[in-house]
């Protein structure tokens, strides 16, 4: 059972434009969401996160929204670089469950020139 | 700083030998995952480290798979009697503590079972 659902296993692009990564959850206990960037052969990176109070967190070209009612959340970025092109992972974890982190199966965005 | 570390980077084995995977968190960080990923799978939980606390073992597949951190920071996963279906990149994280907070990942070893 995926409690951490990303329905588009890949994004294509333009240089320059937004790009929208969605992800969905089922579990209600999740109070921390996080999203990471991955390259073929690296271990996943850190890019942002937003905890369960709020609905909105920004940093730089990454923003992330979160609309707890629909148990969505998604990651925008803008303006859109070739260098983003890598796989995109949500993850989400809760404090009763010694936060390990429970992922989705990635979005791999390509951006174009 | 240094970044989370794994060795080794790749491990070709026979099925039936046993492995260990090597993890050396950030320095500080009480906190150590591993997980594992599966070829077109997402990334599973496997053990989680917090201090002197018993470890959560909760996502480990079976008996074969064991792991220990000694002194509060190098981590060692072991996998006894390794069969096709263990194949897989093993990531090791560790954060500051157990609460709210990035995880940082290591580059993670390719284990096949041939």
Known sequence: ?113 | GAGVSQSPSNKVTEKGKDVELRCDPISGHTALYWYRQSLGQGLEFLIYFQGNSAPDKSGLPSDRFSAERTGGSVSTLTIQRTQQEDSAVYLCASSRAGGVGEQYFGPGTRLTVT
């Open chain 1, 1 to 113: 059972d995926q409690q951490v659902k990303q329905n588009s296993p890949s994004l294509s692009v333009q240089e320059g434009r937004i790009s929208i990564l969605n992800c969905d959850y089922t579990n209600s206990m999740f109070d921390y969401f996080l999203w990471y960037k991955k390259y073929p052969a690296e271990g996943p990176t850190f890019l942002i996160s937003i905890s369960s109070i709020k609905d909105k967190n920004e940093d730089g070209r990454f923003t992330v929204f979160l609309n707890k009612s629909a148990k969505h959340l998604s990651l925008h970025i803008v303006p859109s670089q070739p260098g983003d092109s890598a796989v995109y992972f949500c993850a989400a974890s809760f404090a009763g469950n010694n936060r390990k982190l429970i992922w989705g199966l990635g979005t791999s965005l390509a951006v174009n020139p």
